[in-house]
């Protein structure tokens, strides 16, 4: 079974984890970076999110460019899963591509309609970010 730690940005500067699991978790299979989904796959009912990216396992990052779920090597200079020291050094990294899979662990997204009730009443979240049970 699948299990995805999703982070819920609100677009104001705070950021919810939420953890997803079951059926919830295998319908986000096979989105893409900058779909828009329903609130209800991540216990926000109401809500509009846009996925804008992410991890896998090992924390390879995911980048828009790349197609597909899987992972490649890139030359990368500055930008996103590589920041080099120096000016204009460039450096083969490992990328993670567009798609959710199997092997992706944290899924960021980011809020693009609220629901009738604040993100912090729905997921009861105390002050130090985490979910309370």
Do not use: C, W
């Amino acid at each position: 079974m699948v299990e995805f730690k999703v982070v819920v940005n609100n677009g104001k500067g705070k950021s919810y984890p939420v953890t997803v699991t079951g059926h919830h978790a295998n319908s986000l299979i096979g989105k893409k970076i900058g779909d828009e989904i329903d609130g209800i796959y991540v216990s926000l009912p109401g809500y509009k999110l846009r996925i804008t990216g992410g991890t896998d396992k090992d924390g390879v990052p995911m980048r828009e460019d790349v197609p597909g779920a899987i992972r490649r090597r890139l030359l990368l200079s500055f930008s996103k899963g590589y920041k080099p020291k120096e000016h204009g050094k460039r450096e083969k990294k490992s990328v993670r591509g567009n798609t959710i899979g199997a092997d992706i662990v944290q899924i960021n997204m980011r809020v693009i309609k609220e629901g009738a009730q604040p993100i912090d009443q729905i997921l009861k979240t105390d002050k130090k970010g985490e979910e309370k049970k």
